[in-house]
Protein backbone atom coordinates (compact mmCIF):
# COMPACT_ATOMS: atom_id res chain seq x y z
CA UNK A 1 0.00 0.00 0.00
CA UNK A 2 1.14 3.59 -0.32
CA UNK A 3 1.33 3.86 3.73
CA UNK A 4 4.49 1.99 3.57
CA UNK A 5 6.24 3.66 0.54
CA UNK A 6 5.48 7.09 2.72
CA UNK A 7 7.74 5.94 5.17
CA UNK A 8 10.32 4.88 2.94
CA UNK A 9 11.91 6.83 0.31
CA UNK A 10 8.88 9.24 -0.93
CA UNK A 11 8.28 10.00 2.09
CA UNK A 12 8.83 13.80 1.79
CA UNK A 13 5.96 13.56 -1.49
CA UNK A 14 3.10 12.95 0.72
CA UNK A 15 4.01 14.05 4.34
CA UNK A 16 5.23 17.28 6.11
CA UNK A 17 7.24 17.59 9.24
CA UNK A 18 6.77 20.58 11.11
CA UNK A 19 9.07 21.81 13.90
CA UNK A 20 8.63 19.70 16.83
CA UNK A 21 9.57 16.66 14.92
CA UNK A 22 6.26 15.63 13.44
CA UNK A 23 5.10 14.45 10.71
CA UNK A 24 1.68 15.91 8.97
CA UNK A 25 -0.67 14.26 6.35
CA UNK A 26 -1.47 17.11 4.20
CA UNK A 27 -4.78 15.58 2.58
CA UNK A 28 -6.11 13.31 5.55
CA UNK A 29 -7.50 14.55 9.29
CA UNK A 30 -6.22 13.28 12.16
CA UNK A 31 -9.58 11.05 13.18
CA UNK A 32 -9.92 10.05 9.67
CA UNK A 33 -5.93 8.77 9.71
CA UNK A 34 -6.45 7.21 13.35
CA UNK A 35 -9.03 4.94 11.22
CA UNK A 36 -6.61 4.33 8.33
CA UNK A 37 -4.58 2.61 10.66
CA UNK A 38 -7.12 0.08 11.80
CA UNK A 39 -6.25 -1.79 8.26
CA UNK A 40 -2.76 -2.54 9.19
CA UNK A 41 -3.43 -3.36 12.92
CA UNK A 42 -6.48 -5.26 12.47
CA UNK A 43 -6.82 -5.38 8.90
CA UNK A 44 -10.28 -3.43 9.14
CA UNK A 45 -11.18 -0.01 9.23
CA UNK A 46 -13.88 1.01 11.75
CA UNK A 47 -16.11 3.76 11.10
CA UNK A 48 -17.77 5.84 13.92
CA UNK A 49 -20.85 6.51 13.33
CA UNK A 50 -20.62 10.60 13.25
CA UNK A 51 -17.46 10.28 10.65
CA UNK A 52 -17.70 11.45 7.26
CA UNK A 53 -17.84 8.49 5.33
CA UNK A 54 -17.00 10.37 1.70
CA UNK A 55 -13.43 10.85 3.92
CA UNK A 56 -12.98 7.55 4.45
CA UNK A 57 -13.12 6.27 0.92
CA UNK A 58 -10.98 9.51 -0.31
CA UNK A 59 -8.45 8.28 2.15
CA UNK A 60 -8.77 4.53 1.35
CA UNK A 61 -8.07 5.69 -2.41
CA UNK A 62 -5.06 7.75 -1.43
CA UNK A 63 -3.37 5.05 0.87
CA UNK A 64 -4.82 2.37 -1.94
CA UNK A 65 -6.72 0.25 0.36
CA UNK A 66 -9.55 -1.50 -1.24
CA UNK A 67 -12.79 0.64 0.00
CA UNK A 68 -15.36 -2.55 0.31
CA UNK A 69 -17.65 -4.65 3.07
CA UNK A 70 -14.28 -6.84 3.78
CA UNK A 71 -12.00 -3.87 4.63
CA UNK A 72 -14.72 -1.41 5.94
CA UNK A 73 -17.38 -1.92 9.02
CA UNK A 74 -19.17 1.19 9.77
CA UNK A 75 -21.72 2.23 12.61
CA UNK A 76 -23.20 3.94 10.32
CA UNK A 77 -24.51 1.23 7.69
CA UNK A 78 -27.05 3.40 5.18
CA UNK A 79 -23.91 5.91 4.45
CA UNK A 80 -21.75 3.35 3.87
CA UNK A 81 -23.57 1.71 1.52
CA UNK A 82 -24.30 5.05 -0.33
CA UNK A 83 -20.55 5.59 -0.52
CA UNK A 84 -20.77 2.00 -2.44
CA UNK A 85 -23.38 3.02 -4.57
CA UNK A 86 -21.63 6.33 -5.73
CA UNK A 87 -18.69 3.87 -6.37
CA UNK A 88 -20.46 1.39 -8.22
CA UNK A 89 -22.66 4.07 -10.11
CA UNK A 90 -19.24 5.90 -11.25
CA UNK A 91 -17.84 2.51 -13.23
CA UNK A 92 -21.15 1.63 -14.40
CA UNK A 93 -22.15 5.02 -16.04
CA UNK A 94 -18.30 5.37 -17.22
CA UNK A 95 -19.31 1.70 -19.41
CA UNK A 96 -22.57 2.90 -20.43
CA UNK A 97 -20.66 6.20 -22.07
CA UNK A 98 -18.27 4.26 -23.63
CA UNK A 99 -20.38 1.71 -25.00
CA UNK A 100 -24.11 3.42 -25.83
CA UNK A 101 -23.55 7.10 -25.49
CA UNK A 102 -20.64 8.50 -26.93
CA UNK A 103 -21.60 6.96 -30.15
CA UNK A 104 -24.60 8.64 -30.57
CA UNK A 105 -22.95 12.00 -29.70
CA UNK A 106 -20.54 11.27 -32.59
CA UNK A 107 -23.68 11.31 -34.54
CA UNK A 108 -24.66 14.38 -33.72
CA UNK A 109 -21.16 16.11 -33.42
CA UNK A 110 -20.50 14.59 -37.82
CA UNK A 111 -24.28 16.50 -38.64
CA UNK A 112 -22.59 19.47 -37.05
CA UNK A 113 -24.46 20.38 -34.25
CA UNK A 114 -23.06 21.19 -30.74
CA UNK A 115 -25.23 19.56 -28.05
CA UNK A 116 -27.40 16.50 -27.28
CA UNK A 117 -30.09 15.16 -26.19
CA UNK A 118 -30.80 11.86 -25.63
CA UNK A 119 -33.53 9.86 -24.28
CA UNK A 120 -33.07 6.52 -22.95
CA UNK A 121 -36.28 4.24 -23.66
CA UNK A 122 -36.75 0.57 -22.32
CA UNK A 123 -35.93 -1.92 -25.24
CA UNK A 124 -40.05 -3.22 -25.34
CA UNK A 125 -40.90 0.72 -25.87
CA UNK A 126 -42.76 0.67 -28.89
CA UNK A 127 -42.22 4.59 -30.91
CA UNK A 128 -44.93 4.63 -33.61
CA UNK A 129 -45.33 8.64 -35.07
CA UNK A 130 -47.71 9.57 -37.35
CA UNK A 131 -45.41 11.26 -40.20
CA UNK A 132 -48.27 13.94 -41.52
CA UNK A 133 -48.89 14.72 -37.23
CA UNK A 134 -45.83 14.22 -35.52
CA UNK A 135 -45.74 14.83 -31.92
CA UNK A 136 -44.29 18.82 -31.08
CA UNK A 137 -41.16 17.40 -28.80
CA UNK A 138 -39.46 20.95 -28.41
CA UNK A 139 -36.33 19.68 -29.78
CA UNK A 140 -35.22 19.86 -33.25
CA UNK A 141 -32.43 17.20 -32.69
CA UNK A 142 -33.26 14.58 -30.34
CA UNK A 143 -31.85 10.88 -30.31
CA UNK A 144 -33.02 7.60 -28.74
CA UNK A 145 -31.01 4.88 -27.10
CA UNK A 146 -32.71 1.77 -26.08
CA UNK A 147 -31.07 0.36 -23.08
CA UNK A 148 -33.20 -1.47 -20.08
CA UNK A 149 -29.93 -1.33 -17.61
CA UNK A 150 -29.67 2.25 -18.52
CA UNK A 151 -33.31 3.50 -18.20
CA UNK A 152 -33.38 1.84 -14.60
CA UNK A 153 -29.87 3.28 -13.76
CA UNK A 154 -30.85 6.77 -14.21
CA UNK A 155 -34.16 6.44 -12.52
CA UNK A 156 -32.38 7.35 -9.11
CA UNK A 157 -31.62 11.01 -8.54
CA UNK A 158 -28.49 10.18 -6.90
CA UNK A 159 -26.96 7.76 -10.21
CA UNK A 160 -27.82 11.02 -12.26
CA UNK A 161 -25.63 13.06 -9.74
CA UNK A 162 -22.75 10.55 -10.65
CA UNK A 163 -23.42 10.50 -14.16
CA UNK A 164 -23.23 14.70 -14.64
CA UNK A 165 -20.25 14.53 -12.59
CA UNK A 166 -18.35 12.06 -14.91
CA UNK A 167 -19.69 14.03 -17.92
CA UNK A 168 -18.06 17.64 -16.72
CA UNK A 169 -15.16 15.36 -16.08
CA UNK A 170 -14.89 14.78 -19.67
CA UNK A 171 -14.92 18.60 -20.30
CA UNK A 172 -18.59 18.84 -21.39
CA UNK A 173 -21.07 21.49 -20.09
CA UNK A 174 -25.03 22.46 -20.10
CA UNK A 175 -25.28 18.99 -18.87
CA UNK A 176 -29.05 18.06 -17.57
CA UNK A 177 -30.04 14.63 -16.61
CA UNK A 178 -33.29 14.20 -15.42
CA UNK A 179 -36.75 12.71 -15.99
CA UNK A 180 -39.02 14.00 -19.26
CA UNK A 181 -42.77 12.46 -21.12
CA UNK A 182 -41.85 11.07 -24.46
CA UNK A 183 -44.81 10.60 -27.01
CA UNK A 184 -44.61 6.93 -28.04
CA UNK A 185 -47.66 6.44 -30.49
CA UNK A 186 -51.06 8.05 -31.11
CA UNK A 187 -53.41 7.87 -28.55
CA UNK A 188 -55.94 9.63 -30.28
CA UNK A 189 -57.25 12.06 -33.16
CA UNK A 190 -59.72 14.66 -33.02
CA UNK A 191 -61.40 16.54 -36.24
CA UNK A 192 -61.92 20.23 -34.97
CA UNK A 193 -65.23 21.75 -35.51
CA UNK A 194 -63.76 24.50 -38.41
CA UNK A 195 -61.42 22.50 -39.79
CA UNK A 196 -58.67 21.41 -38.91
CA UNK A 197 -56.96 17.90 -36.79
CA UNK A 198 -55.67 17.46 -33.35
CA UNK A 199 -53.49 14.28 -32.77
CA UNK A 200 -52.59 13.39 -29.27
CA UNK A 201 -50.36 11.24 -28.55
CA UNK A 202 -49.57 8.87 -25.92
CA UNK A 203 -46.88 9.47 -23.46
CA UNK A 204 -44.28 7.36 -20.99
CA UNK A 205 -42.10 8.82 -18.34
CA UNK A 206 -38.34 7.95 -19.29
CA UNK A 207 -35.05 9.43 -18.30
CA UNK A 208 -33.01 11.80 -20.32
CA UNK A 209 -29.10 12.96 -21.05
CA UNK A 210 -28.06 16.75 -21.98
CA UNK A 211 -25.09 18.20 -22.47
CA UNK A 212 -22.92 20.33 -25.29
CA UNK A 213 -19.55 20.63 -25.99
CA UNK A 214 -19.58 23.71 -27.33
CA UNK A 215 -16.81 25.82 -27.04
CA UNK A 216 -18.25 28.95 -25.98
CA UNK A 217 -15.19 31.54 -25.43
CA UNK A 218 -14.32 31.11 -29.38
CA UNK A 219 -17.88 31.94 -30.04
CA UNK A 220 -18.22 35.92 -31.41
CA UNK A 221 -20.26 38.01 -29.50
CA UNK A 222 -21.14 40.48 -32.62
CA UNK A 223 -24.27 41.58 -32.82
CA UNK A 224 -25.30 43.10 -36.29
CA UNK A 225 -28.28 44.93 -35.49
CA UNK A 226 -28.55 45.93 -39.55
CA UNK A 227 -29.23 42.14 -39.83
CA UNK A 228 -32.06 41.39 -37.44
CA UNK A 229 -34.45 39.58 -38.45
CA UNK A 230 -38.30 40.04 -37.91
CA UNK A 231 -40.48 38.03 -35.66
CA UNK A 232 -42.66 35.71 -38.47
CA UNK A 233 -45.25 33.58 -37.15
CA UNK A 234 -46.25 30.71 -39.21
CA UNK A 235 -50.30 29.88 -39.31
CA UNK A 236 -51.72 27.21 -40.57
CA UNK A 237 -54.73 27.91 -42.55
CA UNK A 238 -57.20 25.14 -40.98
CA UNK A 239 -56.00 27.21 -37.53
CA UNK A 240 -59.10 28.08 -34.96
CA UNK A 241 -56.35 30.97 -33.80
CA UNK A 242 -56.01 34.58 -34.84
CA UNK A 243 -52.66 35.32 -36.25
CA UNK A 244 -50.25 36.71 -33.46
CA UNK A 245 -49.03 40.16 -34.00
CA UNK A 246 -45.25 40.54 -35.27
CA UNK A 247 -43.12 42.55 -33.85
CA UNK A 248 -40.75 45.05 -35.28
CA UNK A 249 -37.09 44.49 -35.62
CA UNK A 250 -34.66 47.15 -34.84
CA UNK A 251 -34.55 48.54 -38.31
CA UNK A 252 -38.05 49.67 -38.54
CA UNK A 253 -38.30 50.86 -35.37
CA UNK A 254 -35.63 53.33 -36.50
CA UNK A 255 -37.28 53.96 -40.10
CA UNK A 256 -40.16 54.33 -37.98
CA UNK A 257 -38.87 57.44 -36.07
CA UNK A 258 -37.42 58.91 -39.31
CA UNK A 259 -40.67 59.24 -40.43
CA UNK A 260 -41.96 60.62 -37.16
CA UNK A 261 -39.17 63.54 -37.61
CA UNK A 262 -39.91 64.30 -40.82
CA UNK A 263 -43.80 64.61 -40.58
CA UNK A 264 -42.88 66.78 -36.95
CA UNK A 265 -40.77 68.99 -39.48
CA UNK A 266 -43.07 69.09 -42.17
CA UNK A 267 -46.14 70.49 -40.25
CA UNK A 268 -43.92 72.95 -38.48
CA UNK A 269 -43.04 74.63 -42.20
Excluded at 4 to 29: D, P, W
Excluded at 41 to 53: K, Q
Excluded at 133 to 154: C, H, M, R, T, W
Excluded at 208 to 224: P, T
Aim: with cysteine; aromatic share 8%.
Amino acid sequence: TMLGGMFGKNMSRFTHENESGEIKLESVSPEVFRAILGYYTDNIINVPFTMNMYEIKEACDFFLIPFNATTVTAKNLASFMNELSNDGARKKFKKFLKEDIVSVMAECAMKGERECHIVCLKEEDVVEWDPEYPPQIGEDQLSVVKNNELAKFLRYMENREVAKAVLADKGLIKIRLGIEGFPTMKEKVKVKARGGIQVSYFYVQRPFIAMSWEKEELRSRHVDFMNVPTCQVHQSETSDEPPAPQNLNAVDEIELVEQVREGAQGGGQ
